[in-house]
């Protein structure tokens, strides 16, 4: 079996035409259809049922299109990597993250790469966790960073660590409230400003408290909840490091003690698809630390 069949076998796969499939390997259709007889032979199973209209596969035929797609991409991605070796590691890197930690964990991260890697250059894209995974499924980034939860069997990922939600409002707010540190039920009487994302959650821990919380405002963007936050609509609750977001003497934050609200954000990127060499030197520096 030799690679040129496996790549001659793909396109017809993919493209269920003998027609199709040779203008697009821009070679003549006896000699497309002379391989897959013969990588049939050769393997002693039927991998194509054919008809008038268009080509099927059979069930070895599915199997082996599964393997031809992991070997040819992992030939695409030794390839690039011995290059590299010889020339250094180049390229982009494309990474959708959300918005906080595009301003928090991404700028660190990127300088040190970019230290390692000078010639890799970068395509960000913010958005919350649902657009980033839009992105991740077409295409058109290779890693995302978001917030759990998402669907684990069409993802790999590297968890990070957990981090503290907190209250957010201006001074007159806490002036009433006891303590360095917020209980929930302190809140109960005040309009909160949520994340969609978090709503359940939130949700949940107010119920056990025993008081059904007064939701002013649920939003896909974290910047609005701030921004209302500042004006003295109502306390924000968000995630640490999204205060960084809209620094502003005028907000106060305090940690939430009882319960210790987290979450969580990991490195993802889709099973399907095999990392190229520089996603996957990136990826390794979450891994090391």
Request: with cysteine.
């Amino acid at each position: 079996m030799e690679f040129r069949q496996l790549k001659y076998f793909l396109a017809v796969a993919e493209e269920r035409q003998i027609t199709k499939a040779a203008k697009r390997l821009n070679i003549t259709q006896p000699p497309l259809s002379q391989q897959l007889i013969l990588l049939e032979r050769e393997l002693g199973v039927k991998l194509i049922e054919r008809n008038k209209k268009q080509l099927s596969l059979t069930e070895a035929g599915y199997a082996l299109r599964n393997r031809a797609e992991q070997v040819l991409e992992l030939m695409r991605a030794t390839v690039n990597e011995i290059q590299e070796v010889a020339e250094g590691v180049s390229g982009k890197l494309t990474i959708g993250t959300i918005t906080s930690s595009g301003r928090s964990i991404i700028p660190e991260h990127i300088q040190q790469f970019h230290k390692l890697y000078p010639k890799v250059s970068f395509d960000l894209r913010q958005g919350e966790t649902r657009k980033i995974l839009e992105l991740l499924h077409a295409g058109i980034i290779e890693l995302g960073i978001v917030r759990f939860p998402f669907d684990f069997n069409l993802y790999d990922f590297i968890a990070l660590p957990e981090e503290p939600m907190v209250a957010v409002a201006v001074p007159a707010v806490f002036a009433g409230i006891s303590g360095e540190n917020l209980q929930l039920d302190q809140l109960r009487s005040e309009p909160l400003l949520i994340h969609r994302r978090h709503e359940a959650i939130i949700l949940e821990y107010c119920h056990q408290m025993g008081f059904d919380p007064n939701i002013l405002c649920t939003s896909d963007d974290i910047t609005p909840l701030l921004i209302w936050a500042k004006l003295g609509i109502g306390v924000a609750i968000v995630p640490e490091s999204s205060v960084r977001l809209f620094g502003s003497p005028s907000l106060m934050v305090s940690a939430i003690a009882q319960p210790v609200i987290t979450t969580t954000r990991a490195v993802i990127w889709d099973k399907k698809r095999t990392l190229s060499s520089v996603a996957a030197r990136f990826v390794e520096m979450f891994k090391e630390g």
